[in-house]
Structure formats: structure tokens, C-alpha cells
């Protein structure tokens, strides 16, 4: 399978001596859905911009899709879609023209601009606004615009940086299941988030950067296979017994009609599940305390005391 993003060696030292980037290595396959996270100032941003043209790197190699950044600078731009974490269009701009105008900017002539804008504004779900102002929108509408300027010029990649930030569950909701159908159809998709469980249910595979430092790259599935626990709040409508025997599990009562089990990873919740019935112990809601992503990456990120 061909290679959508490989970056070597990259670094960035800015004007003010900030190493933002200290040499990191990424790869990205064509067709994934790949998350890229990291807390405030760890390099997502810097690294974002220089693969998508935006920052000059201090050194290393971006190539895209095979294409070295230095040498095919248009080619690689128009090769991907960055859909950027703050609002940067003119907001007294119709929003049917901030579409057809980006496309523009790619070269696309506007009758092919104007079909493409019309696809892209009913799908997401902008078409009754395409004549209003960018400034009258809401702000799950003004997310969906940055989204679709991003895919005007049918892009082979398309990088988000915190595409749901600051919108409703049910906007990012639908973002996500609109993610997975372009993943879908082929689009390598690279994502920045801070909700931890929009990159478990999304993303296949994962790169976590640290102090400007790839600290972990794995697929999510051998990443949350790390998690050494789980923590789970089991409730009851019957009153809980005062003892319970606790068998590959430790639990702590908390109230008369809930529990909180801690399950190590060899443990089984259905097991779990069947000692509690045989002390006559009925379950009738489990849900989980933490995000698992987000506990292994609190571990990886921890700084040494």
C-alpha cells in the first residue's frame, strides 16, 4: 500500500529558540484514519503546518503521497485538505463564495466549483444559508463550512485540527459518522483532537507527541491493549449486600445500589458479572469511568517528577 504522509527527521527551532519539533518520524498509509495527539505545545500544530506549507521546517523531509515537499510544493498543496482548529474566513463572505472561491485558489474553474460547492453545502446540511453571511452562522454551522472548504478540491488527504471543537454532541456526532463514510471511499484522514474519545472511535492507528517528541506510534488497537485496568461503576435496582466475595476482582461499594469494580486486564466483566448473580447480586446498568485513550496517554505524556 502506498504511503500517503512520511515524514523524517522534522524539526522546527523557532525565531525565539522554542525546539518545538525535535526530529520526529511519522508515517502515515494511504486509506488510514490517523490521530495525532498531543497536549498544548506539544508540536501538533507546528507539524500540521509545515506538512501542509504553512511553516518552513528547520529540517528533515516531508513527502506526500511519494511527492518530496521541496521539489513539488504546488503538487503537495493541492494534494491535501487542512481544515484548521480556528475560524479564518471572511465572514461577510457568502458562504456558497467562500467554497467556490477556495476552489479557486486550486486552479478548479467555477462552473466545476460552483457543482462541487452545491454537493458539499447539501451534504452539510448548509444549503437553505449558501446566500447568508459566513457571520450569521451558528457555530456547528460555521464547523461544518470550515469542513467543506476543506474538501472543495477533492483533496487524497484531508487533515482536521480539532474539527469538533466547541460544537453540540449530536453536530459532532454527525461529523464523525460524515469522517467515516470519506475514510470509506478511500480519503486518508489525520486528525488533532482533545476528546480523547473522538480518536478511539475513529481512528485505526495513532502517534502521540510529547515536548515535541513522538513518544508512542502504534495501531489503537495494540494501544488500548496496554491498558493494564478498567474501572467500572456496576448500579443495581435491588439493595447490595454488605459483603461481597470479591474473585479476580476488587470492588468497593458505594452506595446501597452501587458498586465500583476495578478489573485487571486478564479479567473477564462477565465473570465478573456471574460471581456477583451467584451471591444474589442483580446488575442492571455496567458503565465505564475513564476513557481508556485518555489514561494511557496521561501515562505517556507524565512528566518525570
Not at 47 to 56: D, P, W
Request: proline fraction near 2%; aromatic fraction near 4%.
Amino acid at each position: 500500500m502506498q504511503v500517503a504522509l512520511s515524514i523524517k527527521d522534522l524539526q522546527k527551532t523557532y525565531a525565539n529558540q522554542l525546539h518545538a519539533l525535535k526530529g520526529i518520524d511519522l508515517q502515515v498509509e494511504q486509506g488510514d484514519f490517523f490521530a495525532l495527539l498531543g497536549s498544548n505545545g506539544a508540536g501538533k500544530t507546528t507539524a500540521i503546518g509545515i506538512i501542509c506549507g504553512l511553516l518552513h521546517k528547520t529540517h528533515g523531509n516531508v513527502k506526500i503521497l511519494g511527492l518530496d515537499q521541496d521539489t513539488h510544493e504546488n503538487e503537495v498543496k493541492r494534494l491535501i485538505g487542512l481544515m484548521p482548529q480556528e475560524f479564518n474566513f471572511n465572514p461577510f463572505e457568502p458562504v456558497e463564495e467562500i467554497l467556490i472561491n477556495q476552489a479557486g485558489f486550486h486552479g478548479i474553474n467555477k462552473s466545476v466549483a460552483k457543482a462541487q460547492s452545491d454537493i458539499l453545502l447539501k451534504k452539510m446540511e448548509l444549503w437553505d444559508k449558501r446566500l447568508d453571511q459566513a457571520k450569521s452562522l451558528s457555530g456547528g454551522m460555521k464547523r461544518r463550512l470550515m469542513l467543506a472548504r476543506a474538501l472543495i478540491h477533492q483533496p487524497k488527504i484531508l487533515i482536521l485540527d480539532e474539527p469538533t471543537a466547541g460544537v453540540d454532541v449530536e453536530i459532532r456526532r454527525s461529523m464523525w459518522a460524515y469522517l467515516k463514510e470519506l475514510n470509506s471511499e478511500g480519503m486518508t484522514i489525520i486528525l488533532t483532537t482533545h476528546y480523547l474519545e473522538e480518536a478511539e472511535s475513529l481512528c485505526r492507528n495513532i502517534a502521540i507527541l510529547n515536548e515535541g517528541e513522538v513518544v508512542e506510534q502504534t495501531s489503537m488497537k495494540k494501544l488500548l491493549a496496554k491498558v493494564s485496568h478498567q474501572v467500572l461503576i456496576l448500579e443495581s435496582s435491588s439493595v447490595l449486600p454488605k459483603n461481597i466475595t470479591q474473585e479476580k476482582f476488587t470492588c468497593e461499594r458505594l452506595d446501597d445500589h452501587s458498586l465500583q469494580v476495578v478489573l485487571e486486564s486478564d479479567t473477564n466483566i462477565t465473570d465478573v458479572l456471574q460471581n456477583l448473580s451467584n451471591q444474589g447480586v442483580s446488575v442492571d446498568h455496567v458503565r465505564s469511568t475513564q476513557n481508556r485513550l485518555e489514561t494511557l496517554f496521561l501515562c505517556l505524556t507524565a512528566k518525570d517528577d
